[in-house]
C-alpha cells in the first residue's frame, strides 16, 4: 500500500496527460478516419516521404563521411569533431533561426544566392524544400557522427591489420571489412534517423510553416495544422493515427528485412 502512495502522483500525472489523451485521439480519430482522404493530406504523405527518403540516407551518409575523415586523437581533429557536433546541442529552432538570417533575401548570402538564380530560396517551393532538408541532415549528422566514431574505435584491429598486410588498399579495406563490421552501428543510425524525420518538425515552423504551397507540410506539422490552427480535433486525431500506423509498419515489416544484411558476430 506504501508503494502504491509513491506512485500516485506519477500515475495521475501519466493518467490526466498520457493515456487519457491518447484515448480520446482512438475515439476521435477512429470516428474522422474517412476525412482522411483529402489532396492536402495526401500532398502531406507525399513531402513526408519525399523528405524522409532524402534527410535519412544524406544525413548517415554525412556522419559517416565525417567519422571517417576525423577519427583518430589529433588536437585539430578533435577539435573539428566539437564543430561537427555543435549543431546537435544547439536547439532546432535556434539552429533553425540560423539559416531563416542567412537565406534571407537580404541576408549575408544574398550576393550568392543571386548569383545561382535564388532571390528568395525560401518563396521559392524547391528551394524551400532542399532548405529544410538541408537543415535536417546538418542538425543531426554530428550525432550520428559519434556513433560511427564509437563503432570505429571497436573495430577488431587485427582484421585490418590483416587487410593492409594481405595488400589491400583503403579502399578494399574499407568496403571488405570495414564497412561490413560497421552494419550493426548503419542499422541503428539509420532507425534513429527515419524516426527523426518522422517526428522532428521544428526546422519547419522556423523556416517555412508548410510553404510555400504545401511544398514542405509536412504530416506531422499538418497535424499540429489542423489541431491548433483549424481547430479540428478530429482530423488532426485521425491523422495522428494514421502516421502511427505508418511508424508499426515500418516497424513490423521494413525493420526485420533489413535487420537480415546487418553482421553482428564481428
Known amino acids: 500500500m506504501r508503494a502504491w502512495a509513491f506512485l500516485l502522483p ?9 493515456y487519457l489523451p491518447a484515448l480520446r485521439i482512438l475515439v476521435e480519430g477512429s470516428s474522422a478516419l474517412p476525412r482522411l482522404l483529402t489532396p492536402e493530406n495526401g500532398n502531406a504523405l507525399r513531402v513526408t516521404l519525399l523528405y524522409t527518403l532524402l534527410t535519412v540516407p ?11 575523415a576525423l577519427e583518430g586523437e589529433g588536437r585539430l581533429r578533435q577539435a573539428v569533431r566539437a564543430l561537427v ?19 534571407n533575401p537580404l541576408g549575408p548570402l544574398r550576393g550568392l544566392l543571386q548569383a545561382v538564380g535564388l532571390q528568395n530560396p525560401l ?9 529544410v532538408v538541408l537543415v535536417g541532415v546538418l542538425k543531426d549528422a554530428g550525432l550520428y557522427m559519434l556513433y560511427y566514431l564509437a563503432g570505429l574505435q571497436a573495430l577488431p584491429k587485427e582484421l585490418l591489420d590483416a587487410a593492409r598486410v594481405d595488400g589491400a588498399g583503403r579502399v ?23 524516426l527523426g524525420s518522422l517526428r522532428n518538425v521544428d526546422h ?21 495544422t489542423l489541431g491548433f490552427e483549424y481547430f479540428d480535433f478530429p482530423a488532426a486525431s ?7 500506423a505508418l511508424l508499426t509498419l515500418l516497424a513490423l515489416l521494413a525493420l526485420p528485412r533489413l535487420e537480415r544484411g546487418v553482421h553482428y558476430d564481428a
Open 238 to 244: 485521425a491523422l495522428s493515427l494514421a502516421l502511427l
Open 172 to 194: 578494399a579495406t574499407f568496403l571488405k571489412v570495414t564497412w561490413p563490421l560497421l552494419t550493426p552501428t548503419t542499422f541503428f543510425v539509420g532507425v534513429m534517423a527515419a
Open 10 to 18: 506519477t500515475g495521475l500525472f501519466l493518467l490526466a496527460f498520457t
Open 58 to 68: 544524406l544525413s548517415v551518409l554525412v556522419g559517416l563521411l565525417a567519422a571517417l
Open 204 to 224: 519547419i515552423f522556423v523556416l517555412t510553416k508548410g510553404g510555400p504551397v504545401g511544398a514542405t507540410d509536412h504530416l506531422l506539422y499538418r497535424v499540429y
Open 123 to 131: 518563396g521559392d517551393p524547391l528551394g524551400a524544400f532542399l532548405a
Open 85 to 103: 557536433f555543435h549543431p546537435v546541442l544547439l536547439p532546432t529552432v535556434a539552429f533553425a533561426a540560423v539559416f531563416l538570417y542567412l537565406l
